[in-house]
């Protein structure tokens, strides 16, 4: 069965003028003249993007998409008219994303996260209405578990990420600085899933092997400043990533573990290399 809105693999079953056929049991796709070559021939299977034109037929690309149906991406809005925006999301025909799709005005030349779906004839379509494609958590994550992220918005608490193209979580502030954009895309970890369903997630879990890291880049940045930094568990964020390259969260680990082995002094104004 051919999977619309996504990647398949395909067998060439003919060619004609039109171009080729591909087939997927009793059904086919057209892969237009114009992409095709003398390389090309039947029996050999193609990895193609499949959608449905305007006529209602399948119709098969070798161009792979930004996002493909049920992901997000993000797009920038080549032309805006009264039926919405268009947007370039890496095929020769542009996405449209309807005027009742969009959470602002679009306007050309921008960008903006997008989730494609099918509409009600089966041809892709964008919403970058983001709140409404979230769905609620379920059994396919849990705490400690690696996961995709895309950053969608920022708040006074940190950024608000997309999880694995299905959820809504939160990256803290005191962990990210200033060090992401809008429409990021990064691994990450859920941190924890609170009692209200909401996802707090992190860059990090915080190993043996980080807290290694953060001691020895402490150590350095202290040897390299007559064995003093103005830094304490109180410093912004965004002061200790400029300085240190690193989330407060994983500083405040690694002072905690040279202050352990005596090899720092806590002050009031900083931190001090012990002689």
């Given at each position: 069965m051919l999977e619309v809105g996504h990647?398949?693999?395909?067998?060439?079953?003919?060619?004609?003028?039109?171009?080729?056929?591909?087939?997927?049991?009793?059904?086919?796709?057209?892969?237009?003249k114009s992409e095709i070559d003398e390389a090309i021939k039947p029996g050999d299977m193609l990895r193609v993007f499949v959608y449905i034109d305007m006529s209602g037929q399948p119709v098969a690309t070798l161009r792979q998409p930004n996002a493909e149906v049920?992901?997000?991406?993000?797009?920038?809005?080549?032309?805006?008219?009264?039926?919405?925006?268009?947007m370039d999301w890496g095929l020769a025909k542009d996405l449209l994303v309807p005027l009742k799709e969009q959470s602002e005005t679009m306007k050309p030349g921008r960008h903006y996260l997008v989730k494609v779906r099918l509409d009600r004839e089966g041809?892709?379509?964008?919403?970058?209405?983001?709140?409404?494609?979230l769905s609620r958590i379920d059994n396919t994550i849990g705490d400690g578990q690696e996961v995709d992220l895309i950053v969608w918005q920022f708040t006074e608490l940190g950024a608000k990420?997309?999880?694995?193209?299905?959820?809504?979580?939160?990256?803290?502030?005191?962990?990210?600085?200033?060090?992401?954009?809008?429409?990021?895309?990064?691994?990450?970890?859920?941190?924890?899933i609170r009692p209200d369903?909401?996802?707090?997630?992190?860059?990090?879990?915080?190993?043996?092997?980080?807290?290694?890291?953060?001691?020895?880049?402490?150590?350095?940045?202290?040897l390299d400043h007559q064995g003093f930094l103005p830094l304490h568990d109180k410093s912004p964020s965004e002061q200790i990533q400029k300085m240190l390259g690193m989330s407060k969260k994983l500083f405040k680990k690694g002072i905690g573990g040279l202050y352990k082995s005596d090899l720092i002094e806590l002050t009031d104004d900083g931190i001090r290399l012990k002689d």
């Open positions: 990647m398949n693999l395909l067998k060439v079953h003919e060619i004609d003028e039109d171009g080729a056929w591909l087939r997927e049991g009793r059904e086919e796709a057209l892969l237009p049920g992901e997000f991406a993000l797009m920038r809005a080549s032309q805006v008219n009264v039926h919405g925006a268009f041809r892709p379509i964008g919403t970058a209405r983001i709140d409404k494609c990420v997309i999880v694995n193209h299905r959820f809504g979580g939160l990256l803290y502030r005191d962990e990210i600085g200033d060090r992401l954009n809008y429409g990021d895309q990064l691994k990450g970890y859920i941190r924890q369903g909401k996802i707090d997630c992190t860059l990090s879990m915080g190993t043996k092997g980080d807290r290694d890291d953060a001691r020895e880049k402490i150590i350095k940045a202290l």
